[in-house]
C-alpha cells in the first residue's frame, strides 16, 4: 500500500542555517504531495504541495520538488528563523482513495 | 481562503458523557471532511471519511456507533464521542477537502475525567 517515510527528528538548527527534512514515498497511481506544519497545540496549516512529476511547490521560502525517479519530496529552506520551529509533516494524497497518508513528522527546533 | 473551524477548542468532560464537536468550511463547500484523531508528539490517525448526505466511512478499528459522524451540510460536519472515558482523551483535528487538498481544523482537546 501507499506509504510515506520522513527523516527522524528532531532537528535542531540555529537562525539562519539551511534546512533539509527528507521524505519519501511508496504509491500506486499519480498522487499529490504536500508539506504540512503545526505548531504547538494547533491543527495542521498547508506550507506546500505538489501535484505532478517535477512540480515545484514553495511558500514562505521553503520548497519542495516532486523527483518520481527518486520518490522524493524533499522539504528545504536556505535559511531558518526561530518562528519556523514547528513539526513538518508529509503526507501523500491517494489517487485511488482521496485519502492522506502522513509521515511521522519531523520537529524542528531552531535556537536564536 | 479555505479556512477550516472547530468548535469547540477544547472540552472537559465527566466519564459516560458525550461530547459534540463541531467542524465548519467557512468560506467554501466541502462535500468531503475528513476526521482525525492524534496522540501527543504522533502523526494523524484518519478515523472516518464524511461525505454530504450520506453514511460516514469508518477506519478499521474505529467504531462508528462510539463516534457518530453526521455531515448535514456542505460546509459542516460533528462528530460526537458518545459516552465518553478517558481513554478517549485525545486531540480530534477535522479537515475539509477542496478536489485533492485538505484543510484542516485548529483542533479540539477533549479531557474525558
Known amino acids: 500500500g501507499d506509504s510515506v517515510t520522513q527523516m527522524e527528528g528532531p532537528v535542531t538548527l540555529s537562525e539562519e542555517a539551511c534546512l533539509t527534512i527528507n521524505c519519501t514515498y511508496t504509491a500506486t497511481g499519480y498522487p499529490s504531495l504536500f508539506w504540512y506544519v503545526q505548531y504547538p497545540g494547533e491543527g495542521l496549516q498547508l506550507l506546500l504541495k505538489a501535484t505532478k512529476a517535477d512540480d515545484k511547490g514553495s511558500n514562505k521560502g521553503f520548497e519542495a520538488t516532486y523527483r518520481k525517479e527518486t520518490t522524493s519530496f524533499h522539504l528545504e529552506k536556505g535559511s531558518v528563523q526561530v518562528s519556523d520551529s514547528a513539526v513538518y509533516f508529509c503526507?501523500?494524497?491517494?489517487?485511488?482513495?482521496?485519502?492522506?497518508?502522513f509521515g511521522q513528522g519531523t520537529t524542528l527546533q531552531v535556537k536564536p | 481562503g479555505a479556512v477550516v473551524s472547530q468548535h469547540p477548542s477544547w472540552v472537559i468532560c465527566k466519564s459516560g458523557t458525550s461530547v459534540k464537536i463541531e467542524c465548519r468550511s467557512l468560506d467554501f463547500q466541502a462535500t468531503t471532511m475528513f476526521w482525525y484523531r492524534q496522540f501527543p508528539k504522533q502523526s494523524l490517525m484518519l478515523m472516518a471519511t464524511s461525505n454530504e448526505g450520506s453514511k460516514a466511512t469508518y477506519e478499521q478499528g474505529v467504531e462508528k456507533d462510539k463516534f457518530l459522524i453526521n455531515h448535514a451540510s456542505l460546509t459542516l460536519s460533528t462528530l460526537t464521542v458518545t459516552s465518553a472515558h478517558p481513554e478517549d482523551s485525545s486531540f480530534y483535528i477535522c479537515?475539509?477537502?477542496?478536489?485533492?487538498?485538505?484543510?484542516f481544523g485548529p483542533g479540539t482537546r477533549l479531557t474525558v475525567l
Open positions: 479537515s475539509a477537502a477542496i478536489q485533492d487538498t485538505q484543510y
Open positions: 503526507a501523500l494524497g491517494s489517487s485511488n482513495t482521496g485519502k492522506l497518508i
